[in-house]
């Protein structure tokens, strides 16, 4: 077992919302700097910039989690997370075809960079990523899980799209393992508040979801999980085991 300083929810130059520094390896060099050893990469909606930002990752030792925040039908965020890359992609195909085809704006929500393993610009996404997508809460639940992943409501102690804020509780279906806050000192009364978590003895994880290399987690969320013998595949594993209440320590 080892412990490991985590940030499970940025973003990069994809999320239109996100600023055009925070390309794949300048969040990777951002993270090692902060000494994190695990970073997820969770643009609004796609998942386009994973495969760059794993070979950055693996360029600075980091490990990569491949993800997106989807903005599901309800207009809540969920942050839905992989065990590898090819299971993300795959989803965010999926999450595609769901899509509302409205074409972005730059100069009102910001560019949406695609960028290469070299940090240069591919391309730019033409349709606007932050509008709520045809898909419900249930469904990205069961369709994340079908991939092997963990799908778990993000920043619920925020009122932008928080599950609280839109939902007005936090509900019993579906039955999620895990949840996300944007500050780790409203635990005590998010625990408080919503009995449910405690009950479901749901694993909770506080992440940055940075839109700025400044915004970057500088002490990282810290779990221990199961390491042995190593490699990133493992660890990836175990995080995602961990994120579905099948193991590993809190210690946030």
């Known amino acids: 077992m080892s412990r490991y300083r985590c940030d499970l929810h940025i973003h990069s130059c994809l999320s239109p919302c996100g600023d055009d520094d925070m390309t794949p390896a300048n969040i990777a060099g951002m993270a090692t ?79 949406q960079l695609i960028m290469d393993e070299n940090d240069e610009i591919c391309s730019e996404e033409e349709f606007l990523l932050i509008n709520a997508v045809n898909i419900s809460l249930d469904e990205a639940h069961e369709e994340v899980t079908r991939r092997g992943g963990v799908c778990f409501p ?45 009950e479901r003895g749901l694993v909770h994880v506080a992440s940055s979801d940075a839109h700025y290399l400044t915004d970057i987690s500088e002490k990282g969320f810290e779990i221990e999980l199961d390491d042995e013998p190593y490699s990133s595949d493992r660890v990836r594993n175990a995080l995602i085991d961990y994120l579905l209440g099948k193991g590993g320590e809190n210690n946030g």
Do not use: W
């Open 33 to 111: 700097l902060n000494g994190l050893q695990i970073v997820a990469l969770t643009d609004h909606n796609s998942t386009k910039n994973c495969p760059a930002f794993f070979k950055a990752a693996k360029a600075y030792g980091i490990i990569p989690v491949a993800g997106t925040e989807l903005t599901t039908s309800e207009d809540v965020h969920a942050v839905c997370l992989f065990r590898s890359l090819e299971d993300a992609m795959d989803f965010g195909e999926f999450v595609e075809s769901r899509r509302m085809q409205i074409k972005n704006e730059p100069d009102i929500f910001g560019h």
């Open 154 to 198: 993000a920043h619920i102690d925020r009122s932008s799209n928080g599950i609280i804020a839109m939902l007005g509780d936090f509900p019993p279906e579906p039955h999620f393992t895990a949840f996300e806050l944007n500050d780790i000192a409203s635990l005590e009364d998010s625990l408080f508040r919503f009995p449910i978590i405690s």
